[in-house]
């Protein structure tokens, strides 16, 4: 999850300990949600979004560099040397990707009724970024994302939630959903309209079997 501040992004990779397969797995996550994030701040016009992505950029130079380091002092042999160098060409996959979004919310810096091609764009794409809002009713309300299954039960991910005036990048699983969040979702309009649904309170959260037992 990555939450406003830097630092506190940073402190969540324990840079001294991790290892390069960690390090890869972070950068692939970042790189990941840095594309999300881009086309969400152009179809929102955010600034606040784009900077995020800017934030992130700097954050995966960091761990480029660590994972380059980490990879020189690891290879003992020529065997391990190959290994890590595939591993590499991951990462320098990912550190590309995450540039590539950057460059998309260099946009942002364009007036806006200079760039409605991208909007229109995005809008024709199969997989669409959209923005709902959690009701009062909703009984999605002060349960966890993945208590939900939210991706499972309608094909939508959760990207970012902005609450009041702070935004939560990439939820976990152990993110609780609150009143009056506003949820930035990626997936396809039929699930769209589903989670809508279910955000608005116009539908009730499904129970299966094995969670009525647990309840009771």
């Known amino acids: ?51 995020e992505v800017k934030n992130l950029e700097e954050d995966m130079e960091e761990l480029s560099k660590n994972i380059r380091v980490k990879a020189m002092l690891a290879a003992r042999t020529h065997k391990e040397a190959t290994k890590l160098s595939s591993l590499l060409e991951v990462a320098a996959a990912s550190r590309r990707i995450s540039n590539a979004a950057g460059d998309i919310v260099k946009l942002m810096e364009c007036e806006v009724d200079k760039r409605p091609f991208l909007t229109f764009i995005l809008r024709e794409a199969e997989e669409k970024i959209k923005r709902l809002v959690l009701a009062d009713v909703s009984d999605m309300v002060g349960r966890q994302i993945g208590e939900l299954g939210v991706e499972s039960e309608t094909g939508m991910r959760i990207i970012a939630i902005k609450r009041g005036k702070r935004w939560i990048y ?19 309009d039929d699930g769209c309209e589903i989670l809508r649904s279910f955000a608005n309170g116009d ?14």
């Open 1 to 51: 999850m990555y939450d406003q501040g830097r630092d506190q992004r940073l402190d969540k990779y324990d840079l001294a300990h991790a290892t390069v397969r960690d390090i890869l797995t972070e950068m692939k996550d970042i790189s990941e949600i840095m594309v999300d994030l881009a086309y969400a701040s152009i179809m929102f016009d955010s600034e606040e979004i784009a900077e």
């Open 170 to 188: 990439d939820p976990e699983d152990e993110t609780k959903l609150k009143s009056g969040d506003s949820l930035i979702v990626r997936g396809t």
């Open 203 to 216: 539908e009730k959260w499904p129970v299966y079997p094995d969670e009525k037992e647990e309840d009771d």
